[in-house]
């Protein structure tokens, strides 16, 4: 397979660079101190094109892949932003124009998808339960019908950027589990206002990842409309899986930027850093061979990830490509930016040098947005076949 960048994708990836270097390391240490989302660094992201690769160029997106969109989140992730960068491209041109691109009405798709390229709406799903976790069929969140329209009641949590989003795009059952065939049975997507009467959310206090929000989801007998449903009533099962795998490509550029990005700052540490007989740090093996080995690992683990990507892009399934590339690369990532914090020492451990905002943040990713768990019984059961475990 080949992955030479063709002229169109190197501009792509040259405009990205230009941009996560634009917004780089003290900017998002300023917006992780205030927790705050990085506004400015969106508008830039949308403003250059780089937010719509994916999207439709019927609705003002550049009609490109899922490939452009992973080397675009990487470039950015490794300018300064780390694994978070890739939260902000889940939440909106995945949640929102994923969702609505390929599953969402012709009116849907014209009203909301200019104003998602454009920076002008920020959106977010409400997928994890307390209650079911990871096993997401066990969900209890209920759309009743009414009339021709829905009542939903129900709790999420876990929830990312809800507190600067403008449209949620929620999970929820509309048939009971006992009185379907299946479990993958009577799930549908609606895409509803967050400031809608009987919606509230409640913040999480958190580790890391402080640029996006994380909140606690309330259905208080939230009127959905008909114009809102997304998908297929009572079918949404299989769409949903289609969101969530381009959230596993996405979820592993920003880390694969992250990783990148605290190797690089090991090295340039680590070249500068002068012990015994007045030699660089990185001139001994000692911190040599773990640096170039997490540096292996991460190109192992974008390699699955552009791969995943592509197979995406030609139509082909990807699902296992995807979830491999995810628990590699949260593993990568981990061991990278752990190794840059070892071959800094003390100052590894200190704020001005951004090791430990890198550790914060990219630690969320062993367990979100799916668990290496998970992932693993996946890979046993659907590449291996074994019988399921669970």
């Known amino acids: ?11 792509i990836v040259d405009t990205a660079r230009r941009v996560g270097k634009d917004y780089g390391l003290e900017y998002w240490a300023a917006q992780d101190k205030a927790k705050t989302f990085p506004k400015d660094c969106w508008n830039a992201i949308c403003e250059t094109g780089l937010a719509n690769v994916l999207l439709p160029e019927k609705y003002g ?16 992730a490794e300018g300064g932003a780390g694994s978070t960068l890739g939260q902000m491209f889940m939440i909106n041109p995945i949640f929102g124009g994923v969702s609505v691109a390929q599953f969402g009405t012709e009116e849907m798709k014209a009203k909301l998808i200019p104003k ?4 002008e709406l920020n959106f977010c799903m409400a997928l994890t339960e307390p209650d079911a976790g990871s096993n997401t069929l066990n969900m209890d969140t209920f759309a009743a019908a009414d009339g021709e329209g829905w009542r939903l009641r129900g709790q999420k949590i876990w929830i990312t950027g809800v507190s600067t989003a403008g449209k949620m795009l929620v999970v929820a059952r509309t048939q009971k589990a006992d009185e379907v065939e299946k479990p993958t049975q009577g799930i549908s997507m ?14 999480i206090e958190k580790l890391g990842t402080h640029t996006l929000s994380a909140s606690s989801v309330f259905f208080d007998d939230v009127r959905v409309e008909p114009h809102e449903l997304v998908g297929t009533l009572h079918g949404g099962w299989r769409e949903l899986l289609q969101v969530l795998n381009t959230e596993r490509i996405v979820t592993t550029a920003g880390l694969i930027g ?5 190797t690089r700052l090991a090295v340039d540490y680590g070249n500068e850093r002068k012990v015994f007989r007045n030699r660089p740090v990185t001139a001994y093996q000692g911190v040599q061979f773990p640096l170039a080995e997490s ?9 699955m990830n552009l791969r995943a990507a592509a197979q995406c892009d030609l139509g082909q399934p990807y699902g296992s490509e995807a979830n491999m590339a995810k628990l590699v690369a949260a593993r990568a990532t981990m061991h990278a930016i752990e190794r840059s914090m070892q071959t800094m ?16 943040d990219a630690r969320l990713f062993k367990f979100a947005p799916v668990s290496e768990e998970m992932i693993l019984n996946f890979i046993a059961i659907h590449d291996l076949g074994m019988p399921k475990s669970y």
């Open 61 to 76: 997106g550049a009609g490109l892949g899922m490939l452009e969109m992973a080397l675009v989140v990487e470039a950015l």
């Open 190 to 203: 609606f895409m509803v206002d967050t400031d809608r009467e009987g919606l509230s959310h409640t913040p």
């Open 258 to 262: 992250a990783g990148k990005l605290a």
């Open 295 to 303: 540096h292996a690992e991460l190109e192992c683990a974008r390699m």
């Open 116 to 119: 998602l390229a454009a920076g």
């Open 1 to 11: 397979m080949d992955f030479a960048l063709t002229e169109e994708q190197q501009m």
């Open 345 to 360: 020492g003390g100052m590894g451990y200190a704020r001005e040098y951004h090791v430990e905002r890198l550790w914060r």
